[in-house]
């Protein structure tokens, strides 16, 4: 209504305003502004409903923005919350967690060492059968060598001592003894 009041006083003061007019024309005025009534219903009738509609929808829709609006925020409030819990609890769960490397990291350390002690001291008894096993070799290439030293030596004895007939009879006596006993 105060919007039709100003196109009133608007079209009063145009009338008005105009030059070379003496007397306002009220008859043409009074066709303007019931042509403007007239207007203004009809616009009214079949626009006013759905104007008014329309900003009662929107209306509930901006109520019910806000309203989620609101409920999000209480969400993203609790969320944070739980957020920064989660946080707080990852400096303990950080050192629990390098406790427990840490012991595995020993039990690990001990496993290991345990096992070049193992290895190392049989690595020894390995080395120390090696060298019996060798000494032995070197014990029994000792006694050949003497063997054949002695042998060397008796024959060399034997053929100065014995002369061909001493030689056939003591072969014969040393074959009498094995084929009897």
Known sequence: MPLALAVI?????????????????????????????????????FVGGAAVKFFRGRRQGIRETLDN?????????????AV???IAGLNGEREAILAESRAQAEVLRQGIIE??????????????HTAENEGRV??????????????????????????????EKLIAKSLNKVVLQ
């Open 84 to 86: 920064e819990k989660r």
């Open 9 to 45: 006083v608007m079209t009063v003061v145009d009338v008005f305003a105009e030059g070379g007019h003496t007397a306002p024309r009220w008859g043409d005025f009074g066709w303007r502004v019931l042509n403007f009534v007239l207007f203004a219903g009809i616009l009214w009738h």
């Open 115 to 128: 096992e070049a002690r193992r290895q190392a001291a049989l690595i020894i008894e390995q080395a120390g």
């Open 69 to 81: 609006l609101e409920e999000r925020r209480r969400k993203a409030s609790e969320d944070l919350t």
């Open 138 to 167: 070197v014990l029994s290439e000792v006694r050949a060598v003497i063997a054949d030293e002695i042998v060397a030596a008796a024959q060399k004895v034997l053929a100065e001592k014995l002369d061909g007939a001493a030689h």
